[in-house]
T-cell receptor, first 115, second 111 residues
Framework: GAGVSQSPSNKVTEKGKDVELRCDPISGHTALYWYRQSLGQGLEFLIY????????KSGLPSDRFSAERTGGSVSTLTIQRTQQEDSAVYLC?????????????FGPGTRLTVL | GDSVTQMEGPVTLSEEACLTINCTYTATGYPSLFWYVQYPGEGLQLLLK?????DKGSNKGFEATYRKETTSFHLEKGSVQVSDSAVYFC??????????FGTGTSLTVIP
């Protein structure tokens, strides 16, 4: 079946512009996660959605970052007034909610470059 | 809080050498443990997992045993190949469904 998809695959923007990154999780997966991976670094947790519960936003680095998930499926990560330090690969993952033994499935990522 | 501590890299090995990448964790409750791999230019994919103490996960010649007494989940392979060159991430899924990742260990295998 279809995996997690993300769009765009690459985004180049100018400093100060807003960007929107999209994630389509695997159908039936109620848990959705956003991470940031900077060059040579590990995964930095950003935000986590679980069904209709309030999202866990504890990883968002500043109020310029926000995310929403409509209808329990597609999610959009928005970065306002982008800065050069926002340049990174943004990864989305989804998982079945129930059972701690369920792994995450990752999308291919969106590479964001802020000039 | 829950966390994963992973062996720092980079690691460089000759083909057919033995590999161990250390991973220890801190968690409340009974987490599941995972190793993910990221090959050059590709996305993260699950390598193996273990869901309870003493379970051994295995895949592609790699193994890791969930050791509750030492809170460890070390990744091992007896004979690495050039194609194993990648970045390896240890992760845990807590009872609250949140995932915690290590910082990743880069492995390069030279012929």
């Amino acid at each position: 079946g279809a995996g997690v998809s993300q769009s765009p695959s690459n985004k180049v923007t100018e400093k100060g512009k807003d960007v929107e990154l999209r994630c389509d999780p695997i159908s039936g997966h109620t848990a959705l996660y956003w991470y940031r991976q900077s060059l040579g670094q590990g995964l930095e947790f950003l935000i986590y959605f679980q069904g209709n519960s309030a999202p866990d936003k504890s990883g968002l680095p500043s109020d310029r970052f926000s995310a929403e998930r409509t209808g329990g499926s597609v999610s959009t990560l928005t970065i306002q007034r982008t800065q050069q330090e926002d340049s990174a690969v943004y990864l989305c993952a989804s998982s079945l909610a129930s059972g701690s033994y369920n792994e995450q499935f990752f999308g291919p990522g969106t590479r964001l470059t802020v000039l | 809080g829950d966390s994963v501590t992973q062996m720092e890299g980079p690691v460089t090995l000759s083909e057919e050498a033995c590999l161990t990448i250390n991973c220890t964790y801190t968690a409340t409750g009974y987490p599941s443990l995972f190793w993910y791999v990221q090959y050059p230019g590709e996305g993260l994919q699950l390598l193996l997992k273990a869901t309870k103490a003493d379970d051994k996960g295995s895949n592609k010649g790699f193994e890791a045993t969930y050791r509750k007494e030492t809170t460890s989940f070390h990744l091992e392979k007896g004979s690495v190949q050039v194609s194993d060159s990648a970045v390896y991430f240890c992760a845990l899924r807590a009872t609250g469904n949140q995932f915690y990742f290590g910082t990743g260990t880069s492995l390069t295998v030279i012929p």
